[in-house]
């Protein structure tokens, strides 16, 4: 398949996906269910310290779980997006500013991702292979090649798909939390 043909599956598939999304209405439930997944799947690894996002628009909410994790006393770090196309990393304690894309990032001086025991992503859609299906600017998939720690990407249930298009540069998720479920594809150690 070319890569041309490739880039506009992936891009019928994102505005496929955005329209679902903006069709949805707020449900607290399902940011509960995804709290609670992620919360107990933090629980089990007993993490310290996990990368998170602030959820924006129609993204999965992960402010719950946000609470919870500061709550338990685990660091969390958030991402900061940059000009050039890379994420930094910075510890939440609570402020925000409106970032480049105008949504709210963390605001704070910079820190490595050493320590950190899992990432979780957002995603516009997994795969049953873990194959991850992201906005389309790369950010992440830059982010995430440098690193080994796992990554739980989390979508809405109708979002994990039998398959996504992917290219080699597409760095799969280890596992994926939906507001019902936690699926593992890849070890999480």
């Known amino acids: 398949?070319?890569?041309?043909?490739?880039a506009e599956q992936k891009r019928a598939l994102r505005t496929d996906l955005a329209a679902r999304r903006a069709a949805m209405a707020y449900d607290p439930d399902l940011a509960t269910g995804i709290m609670r997944h992620l919360a107990e799947l933090c629980t089990a690894r007993a993490s310290k310290k996990v990368a998170c996002y602030l959820p924006f628009g129609t993204e999965p909410d992960t402010e719950l779980f946000i609470d919870w994790a500061m709550d338990a006393s685990i660091e969390i770090l958030l991402p900061v997006s940059r000009a050039d196309g890379s994420l930094d990393w910075v510890i939440f304690e609570g402020e925000t500013e409106t970032?480049?894309?105008?949504?709210?990032?963390?605001?704070?001086?910079?820190?490595?991702?050493?320590?950190?025991?899992?990432?979780?992503?957002?995603?516009?859609?997994?795969?049953?292979?873990?194959?991850?299906l992201g906005k389309g600017k790369g950010y992440?998939?830059?982010?995430?090649?440098?690193?080994?720690?796992?990554?739980?990407?989390?979508?809405?249930?109708?979002?994990?798909?039998?398959?996504?298009?992917?290219?080699?540069?597409?760095?799969?998720?280890?596992a994926v939390v939906t507001p019902t479920q936690l699926v593992v594809f890849a070890a999480l150690n």
Request: proline fraction near 8%; hydrophobic fraction near 45%.
């Open 99 to 132: 970032g480049i894309f105008g949504f709210a990032e963390a605001v704070g001086a910079p820190q490595s991702l050493d320590g950190v025991d899992l990432i979780i992503a957002p995603a516009m859609a997994i795969d049953q292979n873990g194959n991850r």
């Open 1 to 6: 398949m070319s890569d041309q043909s490739l």
């Open 140 to 174: 992440y998939d830059r982010a995430l090649q440098q690193h080994t720690i796992p990554v739980v990407a989390v979508v809405f249930d109708d979002e994990l798909l039998e398959q996504v298009p992917h290219e080699p540069h597409d760095r799969p998720v280890h």
